[in-house]
């Protein structure tokens, strides 16, 4: 059969190297269904226009379409599939994805809706296997998913920092063991409890036959599974590649000989989710790591000479303009190499989220961008975040930071830029 799958990122922020990153879950559902003889089209919502999107919708020879959904893509999606449902009766509709997954009351118009994985239950919708309403999506084995086809994607993979091209994102494992209360517990729904992982072996050959210089391993906590990491580090050596990954700080703290060996095998820098430089606050967020251990975990990695990418968060609810202070005094102590600040945004299915409800301020997909400074819930005082903020920027050690800078170029025409893609969105819909 032949199916449509969507990556609806149309916005015009969703543009930075990280973007340029594959969508893996995408890329696992399409290739596992070319695998049993079906033909895959993709909309890539990065490289292709509402316009043409809709006009692809309107001409496919596809009996399914599956929409791939976060919540800052919901507000396109709602459009795709309303759209899909007057000029395509007789298309199916699926949608997946974490958004689905936790809020479900948010797309009603589908046919498929898959709360969790969708590997499996992709290929089953299109040979007729699965019942139309709530599916629960099958969770694959890890190790017998074959490699994504990346032909797939049309633009190549960028470097977010410090590596040399060509380059390339790859996914090891799913779930993570901790309980942060602004992510959790949505990734447990969707990948279940327990932390999965794909075989060194397949990882290994799949980054050997790519003719890489770099990778990144986008792995929501890499350092948090030592053994595994060790035996990557074994294989991974003497392939002399240089790459990155994220960890967390207590991972480092606790365990720097395995930092070394990721040193010895190529890891050039790590992306830390440091947050906030208030023990309350991270006590708050059940983050399970202290200010003491970021600023250590930071020390360790520079001695290293491993370069850091700090990851903040402000405007949590709660938070004083002294614990946002604090923060700053931490990125000021800790003078990483890359500072990468966002507002807190509420995401549906996280503990912290649920207890915004009332709180929210704006409605626009723009809410759950998160690296965008405009407020988001009742509470915080927002102009003297974006002070401080800009106080990170400006900081000898933030020298780099990058959504700061974005947020920077982005702040002054945000009114024009706003009013310039509603009308584009207006115009892409005056082609029929
Ligand atoms: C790597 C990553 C990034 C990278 C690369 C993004 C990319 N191109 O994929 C970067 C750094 C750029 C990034 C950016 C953002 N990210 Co991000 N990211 C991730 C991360 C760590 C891994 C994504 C991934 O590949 N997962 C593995 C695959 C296998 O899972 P999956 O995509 O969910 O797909 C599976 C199922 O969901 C389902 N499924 C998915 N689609 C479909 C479709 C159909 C039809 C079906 C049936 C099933 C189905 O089946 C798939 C296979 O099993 C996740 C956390 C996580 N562990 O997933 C966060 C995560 C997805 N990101 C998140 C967010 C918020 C963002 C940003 C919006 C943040 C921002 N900047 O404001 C941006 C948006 C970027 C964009 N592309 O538009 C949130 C999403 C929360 C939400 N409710 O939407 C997550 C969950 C992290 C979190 N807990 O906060 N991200
Ligand atoms: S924020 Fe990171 S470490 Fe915390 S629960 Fe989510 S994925 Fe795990």
């Not at 380059?167 to 992510?183: E, N, Q």
């Not at 395995?258 to 440091?274: E, F, N, P, Q, S």
């Amino acid at each position: 059969m032949k199916a449509t799958l969507v990556w609806p990122a149309f916005h015009p922020y969703v543009s930075g190297p990280g973007e340029a990153h594959i969508p893996h879950g995408i890329g696992h559902i399409a290739t596992e269904c070319i695998r049993r003889g079906h033909q895959i089209e993709l909309i890539d919502g990065r490289v292709c226009s509402m316009r043409k999107a809709l006009r692809i919708i309107r001409d496919t020879e596809s009996e399914v379409i599956g929409f791939s959904v976060l919540s800052a893509f919901v507000g396109y999606t709602k459009e795709l599939v309303s759209f899909t449902k007057k000029a395509r009766p007789d298309l199916g509709i699926a949608v997946g994805g974490i958004h689905p997954t936790v809020c479900p009351r948010d797309l009603p118009e589908c046919d498929w809706l898959v709360q969790g994985e969708g590997e499996i239950t992709f290929w089953k919708i299109l040979e007729g296997e699965e019942g139309r309403g709530v599916v629960k999506g099958v969770s694959p084995d890890l190790g017998e998913l074959a490699p994504i086809d990346r032909n797939l994607f049309k633009i190549a993979e960028k470097p977010l920092a410090w590596v040399e091209e060509p380059t390339a994102s790859v996914m090891i494992a799913r779930g993570c063991p901790y309980k942060c209360t602004f992510c959790q517990p949505a990734e447990r729904i969707l990948f279940g409890s327990r932390l999965r992982f794909r075989p060194v072996d397949s990882v290994i050959s799949e980054l050997e036959k790519l003719n890489l210089r770099s990778f990144m391993v986008d792995d929501d906590c890499f350092t948090c599974s030592p053994s595994y990491v060790e035996e990557f580090c074994e294989r991974i050596r003497p392939l002399g590649l240089k790459w990155l990954c994220q960890g967390r700080a207590d991972n480092i703290v606790d365990n720097v000989d395995l930092i070394k060996t990721m040193r010895d095998a190529g890891l050039i820098g790590m992306l830390i989710g440091h947050e906030s430089g208030d023990n309350e606050v991270l006590n708050s967020l059940e983050k399970g790591t202290t200010v003491e251990q970021n600023i250590e975990s930071t020390m360790i990695l520079k001695g290293l000479g491993i370069k850091v990418w700090s990851n903040i968060m402000v405007g949590l609810p709660g938070e004083s303009s002294a614990a946002v202070m604090r923060t700053l005094d931490m990125v000021k102590k800790m003078e990483p190499d890359i500072v990468s600040t966002s507002v807190f945004t509420p995401y549906p299915g996280s503990e912290l989220a649920d207890k915004c409800v009332d709180l929210r301020k704006s409605s626009e997909e723009i809410y759950y961008m998160r690296g965008r400074i405009e407020p988001k819930i009742e509470g915080p005082d927002y102009k003297f975040i974006a002070k401080a903020l800009r106080q990170m920027q400006t900081s000898r050690s933030a020298r780099m930071s990058h959504w700061a800078k974005s947020a920077a170029i982005m702040r002054p025409p945000l009114k024009a830029i706003r009013w310039l893609s509603r009308y584009a969105r207006l115009m892409q819909y005056g082609f029929k």
